[in-house]
């Protein structure tokens, strides 16, 4: 029984095509494959926004959103006809096609990386060979979309907006590629299919996810951080700082194009975060032996929104950083750690099994952070501070 | 067009009639992707707007890349000319013209040489694809897992030409920063 809850959705979409003709089975399996993760994702989204809002004022000490249906849980549905109905204002001076083409550009790029994550067991749009490489080939298409929004709306505001976004993204993906480098050593492939199964079975109750050996609890945690800036989110939500720069490089949309963007931020955090799971946290496998009777896909939606509940409790806790401390941290800090945390990995790989390499992988990470660490706030703790202004 | 419909004929294995039909047409849309998209590199006022046609030709390449079977070079293209290139083609546009992008491109000038260099190439690249090896089929059999083979190949065949690369990138990216450096980190 539990087989077949697992994969009901495997067996209804074998049982549906079996209705469909010959000729056209490909474009129904594609269909069928797609048409639900373009549901779910966005209607996740949706659910985000209530649950962000509520934990946020939760943890502001105020009742946040509470007017729209049972405890505002209607409020998305309030928010989408309310941008649906929005006037659709475009600057006289935009450049019209890039300022139309930069969100649709950011959604599409945001949908397409859902191609390869691996949503429960036998639940994947397309086994890639290179499926890593897929997603961040594709995510990188996210950084053009924003220069897209920032330049063309020709205002200052979104260019330093898009300037501050590029820089940013630019510098924390390299952290976030070197730090899945491990698992795809580890896992000897580039299919994310094949890193989760990996990733399967258990000693005793113990899974055998990546993120319990020493450089795969370093890679995930330099993952997530990189996660956090590459998505745009508090504390890196330098490029849309309201107090500097109003809203980034989208302050000239309105109406349904805002909520695009809106959208694709939030598409491009969960994918980012399924990416995370799938590469550390054993994709939809279960935590324990003895949960395995639990589906494959409400293990994956769990983890994800575990994850989506750290961003959120990060958000609400952490203030902003500024520009040169982001950018410090992530070409002094977290680039070198995940180098180290390569070699680390190799050295795992080559030494005999057992508390040796526990041992040595361990100390290597835990010196060279805290090394690097001090390193980032050399003759920077005790100074006075003093302000240049502007002449 | 027959020029291309050849082209595909020669590089692509012997399929037969739908799968055919499928695979001349996806070429001829990348083809015409790409070939729109660099023609309007070249033609386009903005330089802005010539960087993002530029990145179009660049994905349809990529497009191609992908149709022969070679995911590996496919999304690499994606990752390094979409994501890299293109980017730094408009921060080093934006930051090294003149207020306004939109006055300065130098399509009024240089027209007939270049005229004349693009055809030269595209001579030496036609006689090099008639009279070269293109003519024996290189498809013997679809490669299998090719990512795997180019790792398997840079780890072992190549492994010297890595590390010199390796070595020189990070030489680079050195001195890059060295040159990037703040000028006032002498008065702090």
């Not at chain 1, 003709?21 to 966005?42: D, E, T």
């Not at chain 1, 139309?100 to 550009?105: C, E, G, K, Y």
């Not at chain 1, 749009?125 to 330049?151: K, T, Y």
């Not at chain 2, 190439?121 to 498809?139: D, K, N, R, S």
Request: proline share 4%; net charge positive; charged share 10%.
């Amino acid at each position: 029984m539990p087989e077949i809850i697992d994969q009901i959705f495997v067996v209804i979409k074998h049982w549906f095509m079996g209705y469909v003709p010959g000729g056209i089975q490909p474009l129904a399996s594609a269909v069928l494959s797609v048409v639900p993760v373009m549901i779910v994702f966005p209607v996740l989204f949706a659910i985000t926004t209530v649950l962000e809002r509520k934990g946020l004022g939760r943890m502001q000490n105020r009742y946040g959103p509470n007017r729209a249906g049972w405890f505002g849980i209607l409020q998305p549905m309030a928010d989408g006809v309310k941008s649906l109905t929005k006037e659709d204002i475009v600057p006289r001076t935009a450049d019209q096609l890039v300022h139309f083409l930069a969100p649709v550009m950011l959604v599409i790029a945001s949908f397409l990386v859902y191609a390869v994550l691996p949503i429960g067991r036998n639940m994947v749009i397309a086994n890639l060979n290179a499926g890593v490489l897929f997603f961040f080939a594709i995510g990188s298409m996210v950084e053009l979309s924003v220069f897209m929004a920032g330049w063309s709306s020709h205002s200052k505001y979104s260019l330093l907006g898009a300037m501050r976004a590029i820089a940013q993204m630019i510098s924390y993906e390299m952290p976030l590629v070197l730090a899945s480098v491990v698992v795809i050593m580890a896992a000897g492939s580039l299919s994310t299919v094949t890193i989760v199964n990996m990733q399967a079975g258990y000693t005793w109750i113990w899974p055998h996810w990546y993120v319990f050996t020493p450089w795969g609890f370093t890679g995930f945690v330099i993952f997530m951080i990189a996660a956090t800036a590459e998505s745009n989110r508090c504390p890196f939500d330098m490029p849309e700082g309201e107090s500097e720069i109003i809203a980034g490089y989208y302050i000239e949309y309105s109406g349904f194009k805002f909520a695009l963007f809106f959208l694709g931020e939030y598409l491009g955090m969960f994918a980012t975060s399924a990416m995370a799971i799938t590469l550390f946290l054993g994709g939809w496998a279960a935590p324990f032996s003895f949960l395995t009777w639990i589906p494959s896909y409400v293990w994956f939606f769990a983890k994800l929104l575990a994850i989506i509940f750290a961003f959120i409790w990060v958000r609400g806790t952490l203030p902003r950083l500024r520009m040169d401390q982001l950018m410090n941290f992530a070409w002094k800090f977290m680039l070198p750690l995940s180098l180290i945390n390569i070699v680390g990995a190799g050295i795992w790989h080559f030494m005999p099994a057992g508390f040796g390499r526990w041992g040595v992988v361990s100390l290597l990470v835990a010196l060279s952070c805290v090394l690097l660490s001090r390193g980032l706030r050399r003759n920077k703790w005790f100074h006075v501070r003093t302000y240049r202004f502007a002449t | 067009m027959v020029v291309l419909v050849q082209y595909v004929h020669l590089y692509l294995p012997p399929l037969h009639g739908w799968n055919r039909f499928k695979m001349i047409i996806s070429f001829l849309l990348l083809a015409s992707l790409t070939i729109i998209g660099t023609a309007a590199a070249m033609s386009l006022k903005n330089l802005v707007h010539c960087v993002l046609a530029l990145t179009l030709g660049l994905v349809g390449l990529a497009g191609l890349y992908l149709q022969l079977g070679a995911q590996f070079v496919g999304f690499t293209q994606i990752l390094v000319y979409v994501g890299a290139v293109a980017i730094l083609a408009a921060f080093a546009i934006m930051m090294t013209r003149s207020a306004d992008p939109t006055l300065s491109n130098a399509t009024a000038t240089f027209r007939t040489s270049g005229a004349v260099v693009a055809v030269v190439v595209f001579a030496v690249l036609a006689w090099a694809i008639y009279y070269g090896t293109a003519h024996q089929p290189i498809f013997t059999a679809q490669p299998e897992g090719s990512v795997g083979q180019v790792g398997l190949a840079l780890m072992h065949h190549f492994v010297l030409p890595l590390e010199v690369i390796g070595l020189l990138l990070t030489a680079a990216l050195i001195g890059a920063g060295i040159l990037a450096m703040d000028e006032h980190r002498g008065n702090q």
